[in-house]
């Protein structure tokens, strides 16, 4: 859906509403002004009622400007979803990192995709 190649890959599964996110790289503020601009054209397509999956294992911990920047668009009013947002880390450092500018609430974290993919199928169960 989007993407850029070192630094992000954007995919929507109209059948499960679910945004699958995997970073990579090492982010800049340039690098991330693109991503915010790839998230916003995904919510103008898929509307905002999606869950998320960030897969975050190859990306390397971001400078503070960039995980506050990272923070404020997962906060933001119009550019975010609404959804739960399981991230998928093994890395200490990158989830306190996340923890920090993320917080808590919609957002979970776990060491792998198959454990992020079960909650995001039970949370969805439980709703209908």
């Given amino acids: 859906m989007r993407k850029l190649d070192g630094y992000y890959d954007i995919q929507f599964d109209h ?3 679910l945004v699958r996110v995997t970073t990579l790289g090492f982010w800049d503020m340039g690098i991330f002004e693109r991503f915010a601009a790839d998230i916003a054209d995904v919510i103008a397509l898929t509307g905002r009622d999606c869950d998320n999956l960030v897969n975050s294992e190859a990306i390397r911990v971001h400078p503070p400007e960039v995980a506050e920047a990272l923070g404020r668009l997962a906060q933001h009013e119009t550019l975010s979803f609404t959804g739960r947002i399981a ?7 990158k989830k306190m990192q996340n ?3 993320l917080g808590e609430g919609r957002f979970r974290y776990f060491a792998s995709e198959d454990e992020a993919s079960q909650w995001l199928a039970s949370s969805k169960s439980r709703q209908l």
């Fill in 15 to 17: 059948e499960s509403r």
């Fill in 87 to 93: 991230i998928v880390s093994s890395s200490s450092l």
């Fill in 99 to 101: 923890k920090r500018s």
